[in-house]
């Protein structure tokens, strides 16, 4: 696992930007990328705006695969995650918003719903590269604590403080779903590449149990620990409370010395 501690929202942005970059130009427009929600990569979805707008970064070709979404919820629901993903990144870059895929919310049978939006990233190939946030309890995606680190994408039932949490996003605490589609951590883990950006005090003892504490469901995050390709992407606030800190900083720091492995070998090799 490969700790980044930055010094801004900013800083951090570019370095989430930069891994994007280097997996789109190294997959010559056939990447499969994983897109997450909520407030945690919304400073990396700008910075790619403003390079596809800018320095001409194409997504054409691209395909992308959403990590969750409210049982319940229309598409268009104000509160969606396919809607949201469209505001914030999609609608703003050339991607086809038809290979912009996402669980259907909306469907009668969500357990049906969810086997099949697994077997749909793996019948794509898989995803070269997944973005994530945390969530103060340690849950990625909507893996929450106990989740299996074996599990696919299923319909979950959120904690309270998740939903306390998401709140703002709704009219009244009450109109939170408390069900949701959730890619499971066995799916998640199957990335080539995974990159956690998180920031704020708020996060910091997740982020220490995510890169320092014990392989534990209790933190879902930890699974990640497990996974080859993984790079966590902080500021200083959530790095506060790691115990590597410093050494972290130091690695960075000597970076340039090593020889740089790229885990997107495997980029358009499909099983």
């Known amino acids: 696992m490969e700790v980044i501690i930055v010094s801004s929202a900013e800083e951090g942005a570019r370095r989430v930007a930069d891994e994007f970059e280097r997996v789109i130009r190294e997959g010559s427009g056939r990447a499969t990328l994983g897109l997450a929600t909520g407030s945690s990569p919304v400073h990396a979805y700008t910075e790619l705006i403003r390079r596809h707008g800018d320095e001409g970064l194409s997504f054409a070709g691209t395909r992308a695969f959403l990590l969750d979404e409210y049982v319940g919820l229309d598409a268009d629901a104000p509160q969606s995650y396919h809607r949201f993903i469209r505001e914030h990144l999609t609608d703003h870059i050339d991607i086809d918003d038809a290979l912009v895929l996402s669980p259907r919310g909306e ?14 990233i793996r019948e794509s190939g898989g995803i070269d590269l997944q973005i994530l946030g945390i969530g103060t309890d340690g849950h990625i995606g909507f893996n929450e604590p106990t989740s299996s680190l074996a599990s ?52 910091a003892a997740a982020v220490a149990q995510l890169v320092e504490g014990p392989l534990s469901a209790r933190w879902p995050a930890t699974a990640l620990q497990a996974h080859p390709h993984a790079t966590v ?38 099983a």
């Open 107 to 120: 469907a009668e049978d969500p357990v049906a719903e969810a086997r099949r939006y697994d077997a749909s």
């Open 152 to 203: 696919r994408t299923r319909v979950k039932t959120l904690t309270r403080q998740t939903v306390e949490d998401n709140a703002r996003f709704f009219d009244a605490p009450e109109d939170v779903p408390v069900h949701v589609l959730t890619q499971g951590i066995g799916t998640i883990m199957e990335a080539r590449a995974v990159v956690l950006t998180a920031s704020g005090r708020q996060k």
């Open 233 to 270: 992407v902080v500021d200083e606030e959530a790095a506060a409370d790691l115990e590597l800190a410093d050494y972290y900083r130091f690695v960075q720091e000597n970076k340039a010395a090593l020889p740089q492995e790229s885990p997107r070998s495997q980029l358009g090799h499909r």
